[in-house]
Protein backbone atom coordinates (compact mmCIF):
# COMPACT_ATOMS: atom_id res chain seq x y z
CA UNK A 1 0.00 0.00 0.00
CA UNK A 2 1.10 3.82 -0.79
CA UNK A 3 -0.70 6.88 0.35
CA UNK A 4 -0.13 9.89 -1.30
CA UNK A 5 -0.33 13.68 0.38
CA UNK A 6 -0.03 16.40 -1.76
CA UNK A 7 0.96 19.89 -0.83
CA UNK A 8 1.69 23.32 -2.26
CA UNK A 9 -1.94 24.60 -4.70
CA UNK A 10 -2.87 27.64 -4.30
CA UNK A 11 -3.91 30.83 -6.00
CA UNK A 12 -1.20 32.61 -8.44
CA UNK A 13 -1.69 35.07 -11.08
CA UNK A 14 -0.62 34.21 -14.55
CA UNK A 15 3.16 34.17 -14.90
CA UNK A 16 3.66 33.13 -11.56
CA UNK A 17 4.77 30.03 -10.00
CA UNK A 18 3.94 26.96 -8.24
CA UNK A 19 5.69 24.09 -5.88
CA UNK A 20 3.52 21.07 -5.50
CA UNK A 21 4.90 18.42 -3.47
CA UNK A 22 3.39 14.58 -2.54
CA UNK A 23 4.90 12.89 0.35
CA UNK A 24 4.21 9.18 -0.08
CA UNK A 25 4.05 6.92 2.82
CA UNK A 26 4.76 2.57 2.39
CA UNK A 27 8.06 1.16 2.05
CA UNK A 28 8.45 0.44 -1.52
CA UNK A 29 7.81 4.07 -2.95
CA UNK A 30 10.87 4.15 -4.37
CA UNK A 31 10.09 1.45 -6.87
CA UNK A 32 7.29 2.67 -8.57
CA UNK A 33 7.02 5.70 -11.16
CA UNK A 34 5.29 8.53 -9.78
CA UNK A 35 3.29 10.66 -11.80
CA UNK A 36 1.65 14.28 -11.95
CA UNK A 37 -2.25 14.30 -13.34
CA UNK A 38 -4.76 17.30 -13.33
CA UNK A 39 -9.07 18.05 -13.69
CA UNK A 40 -10.06 21.10 -15.07
CA UNK A 41 -14.14 21.32 -14.15
CA UNK A 42 -15.96 19.64 -16.72
CA UNK A 43 -13.19 17.88 -17.75
CA UNK A 44 -11.31 14.52 -18.02
CA UNK A 45 -8.19 13.85 -15.66
CA UNK A 46 -5.55 14.34 -18.15
CA UNK A 47 -1.68 13.32 -17.95
CA UNK A 48 0.77 15.96 -17.11
CA UNK A 49 4.28 14.48 -15.91
CA UNK A 50 5.64 11.45 -14.97
CA UNK A 51 9.29 10.50 -13.51
CA UNK A 52 10.47 6.48 -13.61
CA UNK A 53 11.80 5.42 -10.28
CA UNK A 54 15.76 6.37 -10.76
CA UNK A 55 14.72 9.58 -12.29
CA UNK A 56 16.31 8.59 -15.43
CA UNK A 57 13.01 8.81 -17.09
CA UNK A 58 11.28 11.97 -17.82
CA UNK A 59 8.17 12.55 -19.71
CA UNK A 60 5.75 15.51 -19.86
CA UNK A 61 2.44 16.35 -22.09
CA UNK A 62 3.48 18.84 -24.40
CA UNK A 63 1.17 21.72 -22.66
CA UNK A 64 3.67 21.92 -20.21
CA UNK A 65 7.07 21.08 -21.63
CA UNK A 66 9.60 23.64 -20.81
CA UNK A 67 7.46 25.16 -18.07
CA UNK A 68 7.07 22.24 -15.63
CA UNK A 69 9.60 20.36 -14.34
CA UNK A 70 9.14 16.95 -12.33
CA UNK A 71 11.55 15.54 -9.95
CA UNK A 72 11.37 13.10 -7.06
CA UNK A 73 13.60 12.42 -3.77
CA UNK A 74 13.61 8.59 -2.71
CA UNK A 75 15.09 9.42 0.33
CA UNK A 76 12.43 11.47 1.33
CA UNK A 77 9.69 10.01 -0.42
CA UNK A 78 8.63 12.76 -1.98
CA UNK A 79 7.47 14.02 -5.80
CA UNK A 80 7.63 17.12 -6.74
CA UNK A 81 6.02 19.39 -9.39
CA UNK A 82 8.00 22.89 -9.97
CA UNK A 83 5.52 25.27 -12.28
CA UNK A 84 6.73 28.28 -14.08
CA UNK A 85 4.86 30.49 -16.30
CA UNK A 86 1.74 29.53 -14.77
CA UNK A 87 -1.53 30.06 -17.28
CA UNK A 88 -5.02 30.60 -16.59
CA UNK A 89 -5.54 27.11 -18.47
CA UNK A 90 -3.48 25.58 -15.80
CA UNK A 91 -6.36 26.01 -13.60
CA UNK A 92 -7.05 22.44 -11.68
CA UNK A 93 -7.08 20.06 -9.48
CA UNK A 94 -3.62 18.42 -9.51
CA UNK A 95 -2.95 15.06 -8.37
CA UNK A 96 -0.17 12.80 -7.46
CA UNK A 97 0.09 8.98 -8.65
CA UNK A 98 1.75 6.19 -8.28
CA UNK A 99 2.30 3.45 -10.96
CA UNK A 100 3.87 0.13 -10.34
CA UNK A 101 4.90 -0.04 -14.30
CA UNK A 102 7.56 1.50 -16.44
CA UNK A 103 4.96 4.53 -17.40
CA UNK A 104 2.03 6.45 -15.86
CA UNK A 105 0.38 8.26 -18.60
CA UNK A 106 -2.54 6.24 -18.81
CA UNK A 107 -4.83 7.10 -15.54
CA UNK A 108 -6.18 3.99 -15.80
CA UNK A 109 -3.91 1.91 -14.50
CA UNK A 110 -2.44 3.73 -11.78
CA UNK A 111 -2.42 2.10 -8.62
CA UNK A 112 -2.50 4.79 -5.91
CA UNK A 113 -3.66 7.95 -6.09
CA UNK A 114 -3.68 11.05 -3.97
CA UNK A 115 -6.87 13.66 -2.64
CA UNK A 116 -5.94 16.34 -4.59
CA UNK A 117 -4.80 20.06 -4.22
CA UNK A 118 -6.48 22.86 -6.24
CA UNK A 119 -4.22 25.20 -8.28
CA UNK A 120 -5.77 28.66 -9.71
CA UNK A 121 -3.87 30.68 -11.76
CA UNK A 122 -5.96 34.29 -12.49
CA UNK A 123 -5.23 36.50 -15.56
Known amino acids: QVQLVESGGGLVQAGGSLRLSCAASGRTFSSYTMAWFRQAPGKEREFVAY????????YYTDSVKGRFTISRDNAKNTVYLQMNSLRPEDTAVYFCAADAGTSAINSRLIDYWGQGTQVTVSS
Open 51 to 58: ISWSGGRI
